[in-house]
């Protein structure tokens, strides 16, 4: 990936119109995902409430039941608020989803410092997704 036409500016196109406001949108999205209320136990974002009574807590029952359940059995082993029991397996699948995703931002901040043509960005657009798309689907503790 060199460009030999590279030395004296670089020969990106700038961004359109359109995809700076597809930026902002994208960073207004990840504002409000930060800033918006999540359940307690799978942290999948929760519609906002409207009207009275206490904001909800959980997306759904069984996420409610997992962290009664969770509750339970930290009280029973008397953990403290900051302390969590996770099966071996789940921390090692998670372990080796943030190592893949970690190797592919290591390598497409390499290739991103090459100079890439437009369809190589697709193609590292597309590695970084295919990295970053287990940890999306993930679903800790609540696939029972
Ligand atoms: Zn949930």
Redesign the pocket.
């Known amino acids: 990936m060199t460009n030999p036409s590279c030395c004296s500016s670089p020969s990106w196109p700038r961004p359109a119109e359109s995809a700076l406001n597809a930026r902002t949108k994208a960073m207004a999205y990840i504002f409000v995902m930060t800033e918006m209320r999540r359940?307690?136990?799978?942290?999948?974002a929760l519609e906002p409430s409207h009207g009275r009574g206490r904001p909800r807590q959980?997306?759904?029952q069984?996420?409610r039941q997992?962290d009664w359940v969770a509750r339970q059995r930290a009280d029973e082993l008397e953990l403290s608020e900051g302390e969590l029991v996770i099966a071996r397996g789940e921390l090692d699948r998670l372990h080796d989803d943030l190592y893949v995703l970690s190797c592919a931002v290591a390598d497409i901040e390499h290739d991103l410092s090459e100079d890439p043509d437009p369809s190589e960005l697709r193609e590292l657009l597309e590695w970084l997704l295919s990295a970053a798309r287990p940890l999306r689907e993930r679903n800790m503790g609540?696939s029972g």
């Not at 359940?39 to 999948?44: F, G, K, L, M, N």
């Open positions: 359940c307690r136990w799978c942290r999948a959980f997306c759904s069984r996420c997992w609540a």
